[in-house]
């Protein structure tokens, strides 16, 4: 069974406006969470982390919120831009060696 | 510098035949990963090396798969015989030894078995 998931397959925005990406996980022993950003023909590539002692990461445009007791972290992207179209997964594990990921959501940024 | 280097990055074989898949870590990472992505499961676990040893491969499917990480510079992946419903892409990560450093993917290999 999926330990993180997606439910959101795809969301589009305009440009400018803001994106949030979410992502649902199941086990509580979860204390590290990263967000990858995957274009088409390539692999994913890293975005941006929190570890379980924070509840908000920030790094320029991105921001990732966690709420623990929900099992729940999203991902904001503002303002949004057309080159922010790609595929997101949210990664979710007990360290950068044991990370199970979501299916992904397509975020499509209208110009 | 060099990322995560994979070949191919398409393979296109009938039923049957042995794929092999290869893999660059990123030089001084010690820890290594295969990855299968799904649109049902997402990206799956496959096989972790840890300094070359395999540590957890309880993601590999089944007897038809195998993987070796004869030196810290190379690893592979083996499918043998290969089935249509192993089609595909597979993806390789690695990662350094600082504790939450986060996994550095190849570009992926697109696997079709006719």
């Known amino acids: 069974d999926q330990q993180v998931k997606q439910n959101s397959p795809s969301l589009s925005v305009q440009e400018g406006r803001i994106s949030i990406l979410n992502c649902d996980y199941t086990?509580?022993?979860?204390?590290?969470f990263l967000w990858y950003k995957k274009y088409p023909a390539e692999g994913p590539t890293f975005l941006i982390s929190?570890?379980?002692?924070?509840d908000k990461n920030e790094d320029g445009r991105f921001t990732v919120f966690l709420n623990k007791s929900a099992k729940h972290l999203s991902l904001h992207i503002v303002p949004s831009q057309p080159g922010d179209s790609a595929v997101y997964f949210c990664?979710?594990?007990?360290?950068?060696?044991?990370?199970?990921f979501g299916t992904g959501t397509r975020l499509t940024v209208i110009p | 510098d060099a990322g995560v280097i994979q070949s191919p990055r398409h393979e296109v074989t009938e039923m049957g035949q042995e794929v092999t898949l290869r893999c660059k870590p990123i030089?001084?990472?010690?820890?290594l990963f295969w990855y299968r992505q799904t649109m049902m499961r997402g990206l799956e676990l496959l096989i972790y090396?840890?300094?070359?040893?395999?540590?957890?491969d309880s993601g590999m499917p089944e007897d038809r798969f195998s993987a070796k990480m004869p030196n810290a510079s190379f690893s592979t992946l083996k499918i043998q015989p290969s089935e249509p419903r192993d089609s595909a892409v597979y993806f390789c990560?690695?990662?350094?030894?600082?504790?939450?450093?986060?996994?550095?993917f190849g570009d992926g290999t697109r696997l079709s078995i006719l």
């Open positions: 990560a690695s990662t350094g030894t600082h504790s939450n450093q986060p996994q550095h």
């Open positions: 086990n509580s022993m979860f204390d590290y």
């Open positions: 929190i570890s379980s002692i924070k």
């Open positions: 990664a979710a594990g007990t360290g950068a060696n044991n990370l199970f």
């Open positions: 030089s001084g990472h010690n820890s």
């Open positions: 090396f840890n300094n070359n040893v395999p540590i957890d």
